[in-house]
């Protein structure tokens, strides 16, 4: 092979690799940039670390980590009732089809429109509580979204309802593509449901989940905002009690001018969020070896 | 010899034909001249989104005006300033700018993108459009008044009568206020509050209070940037108050989880007794109670010299520096505030420009023209939140009310909060200190 030849694939896809480095890797560059830049307007005076200096220094950027990282509480719930619904539909039981298409609507609707009407529902004087009081229940008539001990409880209730609805169908779809005899012969065999739950399926289906944990991890921690902004008043309401990172970036950039801290929070999160899915798929591989 | 099927071309026929071409093309040349004349400016401006009608009379008014070509284009909100800022760092920003008030356009003075007015605006046009002392800076002045947004204290006068309360002679003083929530809950109304999920109730509510306890517009900016401390009793006193209509369950029990619209509409439709609006709703709230809705300063507890003032903040216009003819673009801005643009500016929004020397006689609605009149015309102060930066807003402004109101702060804590703001605030913008300090200045005439 000569080395013209050699380099004729690469030259192939050097438009597309230009492309993307163009699209992702120049933005991500310049915010690596200005991270270290006391910005004001479009560029400003290097600073070294006193951006991360001072984003470590304040307290509601490790509330808004605090309550990232009690967003991932949601996450085993999340697990747990996807793998629940998609056995039970995947048993096919009589409407199975339409249920889940039912149980997928949550994922399609954007979640603005999703979380415009949880709040609706969570108001004090909402339909929620308007149930419960109508059950003589008073005592579970919280103030959903306007207390701050609780509010952020409330998101989570509507994270779990909409991000369960992708879980349901990535398992489902595992779930239909087993392979029907092994089932069949541990029911002649005699194991109960159980059993075939807990020592095939389940097995079977690690693969998809242990997906399903990253995707969700990578969305607790960076892609959660759209949620967050709309139940928490577009600020993180009430008081800081649903701010998180994405939010304390968005602040910092558009409504306090300060790009420079904005970049050095965004660097933090997309460094985490990095090494927490690389150690992720690393014990994967571990455990796939063993 | 055939004859030529076109006419011989004689030198009289061409000398002729020469001098015509020669004409037309000076004639083109001096048309050309004259639209060269007639200046192309961009106008960028907001607030169709809270005052309806307010682009088809942009849009009249620059087909109406003749001494310029003006090209108007409505802006989203939420890039008003950015896109602006960002024009202007590239030099290419509109000649005519629309401007909310105070910080939100006294940075771009600061970065050198807004042309001082008072050398290119007549001085009695630029007073009567009242652009308030937000738009004061190093002695120019950066914007003129377009239209008003007075903001009160609003209340059912319905139930005030339900609750042996004059619907005709509002509470004035804190302890005036305390016995008419007290009748109020009485008579099994809720008496006070609105919503404060998104946080703006917050805002008008130390739009209204903090001012008690003010001398000038520049004591407030002195605290927001930490040269004096909210930790001192009377500059927290207002959130203490906060958390006393809150103790006394005076608030309404949904405020945490309504929004700030849906919190007046409590008012308008009868359940709640007193509430904080702003001027533009006037209107339509008038109508549909069948003129119940009454308005009132905040009941005083403060000892301020601000205290009991009018608040009224103005939206404006302003001139960038990357305007080629900034004469040209003051002249547009003169036209605006001319008697006929002012009724024009009426009649398309049903709402009031801002400028003193309005014919007000066309006001119909008695609360409307009240208010004008009250809020309008007489001293007033303007909106001391748009005198906070952006990050003491988010970060103190927004969550102390809303902690109050949720009953998980007292009025004390949220002075130390503040006061902790107000110092972080400084950590992460030394470079802006001093502007603000210079700022003070300007700001510290009481009116």
Redesign the interface.
Known sequence: MTPSSRLTPYLYVLPLVALLAFVFGYPLLRIFEFSFK?V???DGPWIGLRNYQ?VLG?S?FWESVLHNLQLLLAIPVMVAISLIVSVLLSERVAGWKLYRIIVFVPFVLAIPIVAVVMKRM?????PVNELLRWMSLDFMAL???????VALWTVMILIIWRESALGIILFLARLLSLDESVIEAAKIDGANWWHRLWHIILPEMRGVIEFYMVISVITMLAAVFSYIYIMG???G????STEVVELYIF?AL?????PG?ASAASVMLFLVTGVLIFLLFRVRRRAENF | MTKSAYPMLTRRNLMLTSAMLAGGAALGGLSKGAAAQVKDMDMWYWGEQELPGLQKYVNDSVAKYKAASVKPMLQDT?VVI?QF??AA?AGNAPDVQYLWNGIYHM?SVW?DYLRGLKSLIKPDVLAASNPTMLSHFGGDIYRTGWYPLPMFWCYNKTLFEKAGLDPEAPPKTWDELLVACDKLKSSGVEPLGGG????YWSEWYITHSLPQQLDSLGEAVELFIGDKDFNDPKYHEHWVKLAELKSKGFLN???????LYPGIDLVVAGKLGIGQTIGTRLPVDSKATGGKIGYMTMPVFGKGKLAAMPVVDVQGLGISTNAEDPAAAAAFLEFLQSPEQLKAFWEATNWLPSNTTFDSSVIQDASVRGLWENWGLKPNISNVTNLM???F???AA??TG??I??G??TGEQAGELAAKTAK?WK???P?MVENYRKWVKDLSSPT
């Not at chain 1, 558009?254 to 300060?258: E, V």
């Open positions: 006391m004001r307007g479009i001072l304040q509601l969570f108001q004090f004087s909402g103030d959903w979204i306007g207390s701050s001990d008043g577009g600020r309401g009430p008081g800081t602040n558009i409504r306090s001018s300060l801290i | 939420a950015s800022q960002t760092a940075e970065l404060i999920q998104d946080g029990k949904d405020m945490s989880s309504l929004e930066p952006g990050q807003y988010e970060r927004i969550p809303q902690q109101v949720a998980s702060i972080e950590d992460f913008n470079d």
